[in-house]
């Protein structure tokens, strides 16, 4: 298996960084978390689209550590709610948000709507940052489905729980790692981003 330089993801989520771990270790990638760098700044999240805030997530820690950084980013849009929460996905509820409170505040919001009106996607974009901080590459994936109104599963984070794949009839959170690995947002951008990470890595090394 061909050597790649080692990748910082540039998240503090534990189970974030965990699960896009799995998703690179087949091909031979490995990754550490940014939270493993308690020195590098915190980013600021300010970006108007997931690219941008995947771009900084990247670009900023890149810099400062002089490695290649993955930056990701992703949430959830609901077509009822015009695209809401989008890249407020994780802080809906404001400061202080926790997973209860974002989605306590969703089902507020989507009250009164009948399952068919709950219709959603999460997305999840990707950019990957060189040692200078440059952006080499983006991917991006969504996987659609509905809302329910009670939490199902113990696995995942966020809004998983929620978050209904019609095709299996189950939650993410109810989802095995297996089969969330092959059909999530998460999944289907890194099914783009590998392939091209793995390409580019093989050119750095010629």
């Known amino acids: 298996m061909p050597h790649f330089p080692p990748l910082i993801l540039g998240s503090r989520n534990r189970k974030k960084s965990r699960e896009i ?26 970006g108007a689209t997931f690219l941008d805030n995947a771009a900084k997530k990247a670009a900023e820690p890149a810099r400062q550590l002089a490695r290649w950084v993955i930056g990701e980013d992703s949430g ?11 890249v407020y996905s994780a802080r809906y509820s404001g400061e202080g948000a926790t997973d ?22 999460y997305i999840c974009t990707i950019a990957l940052a060189d040692p200078t901080g440059a952006i080499r590459l983006t991917a991006e994936g969504r996987c659609r489905g509905l809302i329910i109104t009670e939490a ?24 095995s790692a297996r089969v969330k ?9 890194f099914g783009v981003f590998i ?11 010629r």
Do not use: W
């Open 100 to 121: 209860d409170s974002n989605n306590r505040k969703l089902q507020t919001e989507l009250a009164g709507l009948t399952i068919e009106q709950r219709t959603a996607a």
């Open 181 to 189: 690995h092959q059909i999530s947002h998460r999944a289907r951008a």
């Open 76 to 86: 959830l849009m609901v077509d009822a709610l015009r695209g809401a929460p989008g």
């Open 152 to 175: 199902r599963g113990e696995n995942g984070f966020g809004y998983d729980p929620y978050f209904l794949i019609r095709e299996y009839h189950c939650t993410f959170g109810e989802l």
């Open 21 to 46: 771990a799995e998703l690179l270790e087949p091909h031979g990638l490995t990754a550490q978390s940014i939270a493993d760098f308690p020195d590098v700044a915190e980013v600021v999240e300010d």
């Open 195 to 205: 392939p091209q990470l793995v390409k580019l890595f093989a050119g750095t090394n």
